[in-house]
C-alpha cells in the first residue's frame, strides 16, 4: 500500500530563523504537461543531492499514485517529488517506489490534504505525550 509509505519527524527543536523554508505542500497540478521535480540521495554517494527537474508525468490508473518518467534508485524512497504550482516549486508528492527496465519509472504518493490531515493528528498526539517542562526543571 503505497498511500501510507510516509514518515514525519518531530524535531526536538525548532531550526534557527531564516536557515530551513519548508516548501509548500499541494496537490499535484491538474495539467498532465506539469514536469515533475525528484531530489534525493542514494545509499551509494549520501554525500551528493541529485535532481531532476524534467520528470514526465506519465499515465496512471490511478489518483492515489503518481507514475514518474524519471529512474530513482535504491535509497530515494521518502524524497520529495516537486512540481510547479502558481509559479513556484512545491511539494507535491513522496516516491515510494521504481520499475526498472527500458523505460524506467517512479511511483509516488501524492500529498495535500491527506498528508496535512495526518500530521496534524501525529502532532496532536506527541503534543498529548510530551510534558511542557522538560524533565529536571
Avoid at 14 to 30: E, H, N, Q, R, W
Avoid at 110 to 129: F, K
Wanted: net charge negative; with cysteine.
Amino acid at each position: 500500500r503505497f498511500k501510507f509509505d510516509v514518515a514525519v519527524l518531530q524535531l526536538d527543536a525548532p531550526f534557527p530563523p531564516g536557515l530551513v523554508t519548508a516548501p509548500k505542500i499541494s496537490a499535484p497540478p491538474d495539467d498532465p504537461t506539469t514536469p515533475f521535480a525528484l531530489l534525493g540521495y542514494n545509499r551509494m554517494g549520501s554525500d551528493h543531492l541529485s535532481g531532476r527537474f524534467d520528470c514526465p508525468n506519465l499515465p496512471q490508473d490511478s489518483a492515489d499514485v503518481l507514475m514518474i518518467g524519471c529512474e530513482v534508485t535504491s535509497g530515494n524512497s521518502g524524497g520529495p517529488v516537486l512540481a510547479q504550482v502558481d509559479g513556484e516549486w512545491q511539494l507535491v508528492g513522496v516516491v515510494v517506489g521504481r520499475i526498472g527496465g527500458e523505460r524506467p519509472a517512479a511511483f509516488a504518493v501524492p500529498v495535500g490534504d491527506w498528508i496535512l490531515e495526518h500530521w496534524r493528528a501525529a502532532m496532536t498526539r506527541a503534543a498529548a505525550r510530551t510534558p511542557s517542562t522538560p524533565p529536571g526543571q
